[in-house]
């Protein structure tokens, strides 16, 4: 009896793990910040098949060129309008904003904004997070000069032949703030931290978690999500998402050098944003109350009613991540 129970553990031991299923092709797309580090690296080294993740949010799902992709809340509450079928699927990362200002321009507190020159990437989470700070000091975004960063100017081609193209400045609205053309800035990181390097003393960083952070999310269209295999596909991107996560949170030094590779910061400029986000996998549990405050400010700057809460809380589907962390992986 002993002797057939050997052999029976040792044939089990010897069954290798039978392969998963095959998956339908997906297209993920994502924005090219530090928020979207466990998104390139589930494509990478996690999802059965390695997948290319090109530049675009949401709106490369509605244009059919990504069936996955990420943005913040705001860019969802944008796209929704017009294409309802949007959904949210995964909070992939939280970033938690600083404002920089010149402490020579007259600024030590939020307050202090009052007057003051502003540069922030216009109707974007930053722009939110701006609004969200001064709206807790007691002041109005018409209580702040916006600034329009000019665009870089293309350097001029041979003679009888076409300019190159400029490559990319990552850091122009930091540059712009230590050359005193603004007196403040709301952005993404590591673009603060940058700026406080440049200015040194002169920095002034403003700061309360308290009042909001991006939900930077995966989204998909619900048609997808209804189809067997196309969800099937999707629940297991978002597994891969859940494993690069906690991967990242263990140690990211294996993963960085991919990492700069997509997203064009250097591995130093990628740490001084590295504090500042977190991976929860899980859409996070005020996502709803997010989008309903938020929803508010976009309503009242593009002329239009408001959602109510009913009708924004079908953004938010749930069940895929929750699905995806049930899976029983060989």
Sequence with gaps: MLGVAGLMLQSCASTPAEPEAPLVPIKVAGARWIELS???????????????????????????????????????????????????????????????????????????????????????????????????????????????????????????????????????????LARGDVDVIATFEPEPEAAVRLLGKDAIVLQDKTVYREAFNLNARAPDLADPEKRRAIVRFVRAVADASKALKKDRTPYVAHISSVIGFSAEEISWGWPETEFPVRIIPDMLDVLEVEEQWLAKISNRAPRGRAELEKFIDRSVVDEALRLKLK
């Design 38 to 176: 466990p998104v390139v690296v589930a494509a990478n080294s996690f999802y059965p098949q390695q997948i290319p993740v090109p530049s675009g949010g949401v709106v490369s799902i509605t244009s059919r060129a990504a069936d996955l992709a990420t943005n913040a809340e705001t860019q969802l509450l944008r796209e929704s309008i017009t294409n309802p079928d949007l959904r949210i699927i995964m909070t992939v990362s939280e970033s938690f904003y600083r404002l920089v200002a010149r402490r020579s321009a007259g600024i030590s507190k939020l307050s202090d904004l009052k007057g003051k020159r502003v540069l922030v990437p216009r109707l974007t989470s930053a722009h939110y997070y701006l609004v969200a700070m001064l709206r807790s000091a007691g002041l109005k975004e018409e209580d702040v000069v916006f600034v329009t960063l000019p665009a870089p100017a293309a350097p001029a081609g041979q003679a009888g032949q076409a300019a190159p193209a400029s490559p990319p400045n990552k850091f122009r609205m930091a540059q712009a």
